[in-house]
C-alpha cells in the first residue's frame, strides 16, 4: 500500500494524519482549516490525482475539490480527466458508476462505508428473482444502483430522462422499474403505461419530505419559487407532490444541478425554497448570495455523504484508499446500461 506522510504539524511532534480518529460515524478528528486544505492539494498533486465532490458533500470538501457536481457529469469528469487517480466524494455507488466509465484508473473513496440506503434497497440476488418473475420484462434502474445490479439492467436512467426512457421500450413489454418507488410512480403517471412494476424502495432522506410539509411551506412563505432537484432519492417525492398539487405550480421549477445554479443567478425573487439534500445549498448560495435560500426540510442531511470528513479525505490521500474494485465483467456490463441510458433523451446528470 502507497503511503504518503501529511508533513503538516499542528501541535508539538502532531501530525495531521495522527490525529484522525476511526469510529462508527467515520473518520473524525481533523478540522477542515485552511492549512488542512493545503496539505490536501499537495498529496492529491504528489498522487497525480484529481478530487470530484458530489454536490451533497460537506461545504469544505466541495471547497478542497476539483469538481463539483452530480453523479454522472462527475463521472464523466473522471473519465475525461489527465490524472490516473479520481478520488471521489461521494457515496459508493457513485464511485463504482465512476470506475464503471474509467476502469483503467484508480478510483478512491475516503470512506467505503459511505453507502445510500435507495442503493442498498435491492440486492442483485433480488433483482435475479425479480426478472426470474417476468423473463420477458425490460429493465430499467435509476442510477442510484451497485454496479452489480447495474450489470443485471437492461437501461439505465436519471429522473431527467427516465419518462424518455420507459417511453422508448416496445408498448407490449412489461417494464420492472427500480429501485425508487416515487420516480417510478411520478413515470408510470406521466407516461400511463399500466404493464410497468415499481420496487417499492425509498430513500430515508427523502421521508422528511412529504406533502404536508410542502402546503404548509406554500403557505407561509408566498412569494417564494420552488426548485426542485429531481436528481436525487431524497427529491423524487417532492416530485410526485408537485405533481399532485401540493405546490402552486407555476412557482415550482423541476431543475437539474447545472440548470438550479442558473435559475439561481436568474432569479428574481428574494427567496427560494429547495427540495433537495441540504449540501445543495452551498453552491446555491456562492451562486446567488443576493437570494434567501430555504431547504424545504432542513432535516433532509445524507449521513452517508457526511461521512466523507476532512479526516476521511487525509486518510485517503495519505493512504491510498479505499480503492474501488469492479470486476471486468460486471464493470462492461454495467457500462452498457449506463451506455443505453446515455443514448435516450437527455440523462441531465444523475443524482
Ligand atoms: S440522499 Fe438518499 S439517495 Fe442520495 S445518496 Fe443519500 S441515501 Fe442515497
Redesign the pocket.
Known amino acids: 500500500m502507497a503511503t504518503m506522510g501529511a508533513k503538516l504539524v499542528t501541535a508539538p511532534g502532531t501530525t495531521l494524519m495522527e490525529q484522525v480518529t476511526d469510529g462508527p460515524s467515520g473518520f473524525t478528528g481533523v478540522e477542515g482549516t485552511s492549512g488542512w486544505a493545503q496539505e490536501i492539494k499537495r498529496l492529491a498533486r504528489m498522487r497525480n490525482a484529481t478530487i470530484l465532490a458530489h454536490n451533497?458533500q460537506l461545504p469544505e470538501i466541495q471547497d478542497v475539490a476539483d469538481h463539483v457536481g452530480d453523479s454522472l457529469a462527475l463521472s464523466r469528469i473522471a473519465a475525461e480527466a489527465s490524472e490516473d487517480t479520481i478520488v471521489f466524494c461521494g457515496?459508493h455507488f457513485m464511485a463504482e458508476t465512476a470506475k464503471i466509465l474509467s476502469p483503467g484508473k484508480t478510483v478512491l473513496i475516503p470512506d467505503q462505508r459511505a453507502g445510500?440506503?435507495?442503493?442498498d434497497s435491492i440486492s442483485a440476488d433480488e433483482l435475479r428473482a425479480w426478472k426470474a418473475e417476468f423473463p420477458n420484462a425490460v429493465v430499467v434502474s435509476y442510477v442510484?444502483t451497485t454496479a452489480a445490479v447495474k450489470a443485471l439492467t437492461d437501461i439505465c436512467c436519471t429522473s431527467s430522462n427516465a419518462v424518455d426512457v420507459v417511453a422508448s421500450i416496445d408498448p407490449d413489454r412489461e417494464v420492472l422499474f427500480l429501485p425508487d418507488q416515487f420516480l417510478g410512480a411520478h413515470v408510470k403517471r406521466v407516461t400511463g403505461r399500466e404493464n410497468m412494476h415499481i420496487w417499492a424502495g425509498e430513500?430515508?432522506?427523502?421521508a422528511g419530505i412529504n406533502g404536508d410539509e410542502l402546503q404548509d411551506q406554500a403557505r407561509t412563505h408566498p412569494d417564494a419559487e420552488l426548485f426542485v432537484h429531481p436528481e436525487?432519492?431524497?427529491a423524487t417525492s417532492a416530485l410526485y407532490l408537485a405533481g399532485e398539487g401540493a405546490f402552486p405550480a407555476e412557482r415550482v421549477h423541476i431543475l437539474s444541478t447545472g440548470g438550479m445554479i442558473d435559475a439561481a443567478k436568474a432569479a428574481t425573487s428574494n427567496q427560494v425554497l429547495v427540495a433537495t439534500?441540504i449540501g445543495m445549498l452551498h453552491q446555491l448560495r456562492k451562486a446567488a448570495p443576493g437570494i434567501d435560500f430555504q431547504a424545504v426540510n432542513d432535516r433532509a442531511s445524507?449521513k452517508?455523504?457526511k461521512m466523507i470528513t476532512p479526516a476521511a479525505l487525509l486518510r485517503c490521500l495519505v493512504e491510498g484508499r479505499d480503492e474501488v474494485h469492479v470486476d471486468p465483467e460486471t464493470a462492461a456490463r454495467g457500462r452498457g446500461s449506463v451506455q443505453r441510458m446515455i443514448e435516450i433523451g437527455n440523462p441531465g446528470g444523475g443524482?
Open positions: 451533497y457515496v445510500c440506503s435507495l442503493a442510484n430513500c430515508h432522506v427523502h436525487c432519492g431524497c439534500e445524507c452517508y455523504m443524482e
